[in-house]
């Protein structure tokens, strides 16, 4: 395998954005907090959405003692709210079972509730700095193009990992850099649609580049269109459930005027099957 690691280093150094959860000292519960936001979610819409989380809540013990409806209320319009829930959960597990602190082992934050993976990967990384191949869907990408000469990744697998853990140095505070560069090359350099081969530090070793740029295809789950879908209507029923004065409102009430009655109701059902939502005494709520 070509050395990828030493150019990522020496180019993330002088071109890593300023994001706050690379900050020093910003903690292991701020980066839990953010890579659960980031999931699926722009880095410029999370960023003011994790402040005033942490300004709240700048604890696991904090949050899980608020109710979970507050935690879908601050949530707002970030997306896929499900997250909340399973933050909340997670902070409520990290209080009772780690003294409310954010745990370092691998094994012990893939135990928490809403915790993959790649998110137990990068708490330990990113707040520990310990030595753990950390893989998104940039940094796949980048492997993808660089190593096996593809255009796109295929779907997510252990080989993604595997690959990344033969890419890292072996020094600790160097294989947290190498995650990191490979994973902001691919969010600002190497990305989907336009890759800016010109400004790349690896394009020399680039397998994909050096074949040509071949279209491999692309096998990548696509995400179905929001406008019209189930998901636009979760969303209007919870946004008039986070606006209500105690958080309910009568069922008769919930987005009366939406176009699709069927489809209004399926989000409502929906809603309450995941926790979102509580119904009872004809009120419809968020979860207690």
């Not at 903690?27 to 880095?43: D, N």
């Not at 602190?101 to 509730?113: C, G, K, S, W």
């Not at 997510?156 to 072996?170: C, F, N, T, V």
């Amino acid at each position: 395998m070509p050395d990828l690691a030493t150019p990522l280093a020496e180019w993330y150094r002088d071109n890593a954005r300023d994001l706050p959860w690379r900050r020093p000292g910003f903690g292991a519960w701020g980066v839990l907090v953010s890579e659960f936001m980031l999931q699926q979610t722009p880095v410029n819409r999370v960023i003011p959405h994790l402040e005033r989380w942490l300004t709240r809540w700048p604890t696991p013990t904090a949050l899980a003692a608020d109710a979970p409806a507050e935690a879908v209320r601050q949530w707002a319009n970030l997306g896929y709210p499900r997250r909340a829930l399973w933050l909340h959960r997670a902070a409520v597990e990290i209080r009772d079972r780690h003294d409310g602190v954010v745990p370092r082992d691998v094994d012990h934050l893939l135990a928490l509730t809403g915790i993959g993976d790649y998110t137990a990967r990068a708490v330990a990384a990113f707040a520990y700095g310990d030595r753990h191949p950390v893989v998104d869907t940039n940094t796949r990408r980048v492997l993808a193009r660089a190593i096996d000469g593809r255009s796109q990744p295929g779907p997510p697998s252990r080989h993604d990992l595997a690959a990344m853990e033969a890419l890292l140095p072996d020094d600790i505070r160097s294989a947290a850099v190498v995650n990191a560069a490979a994973m902001e090359l691919g969010a600002t350099v190497c990305v989907a649609r336009v890759p800016r081969c010109e400004a790349c530090p690896v394009a020399a070793q680039c397998a994909w580049r050096a074949a040509g740029y071949p279209d491999t295809g692309d096998t990548r789950r696509r995400q179905a269109r929001y406008e019209g879908s189930d998901r636009q209507a979760r969303g209007a029923v919870l946004k008039i459930l986070r606006d209500a004065a105690a958080h309910a409102v009568p069922l008769a009430e919930v987005v009366p005027d939406w176009p699709d009655a069927g489809q209004r109701d399926r989000a409502i059902d929906s809603l309450i099957a995941d926790g979102l939502a509580e119904a009872s005494d004809g009120l419809l709520r968020l979860p207690g």
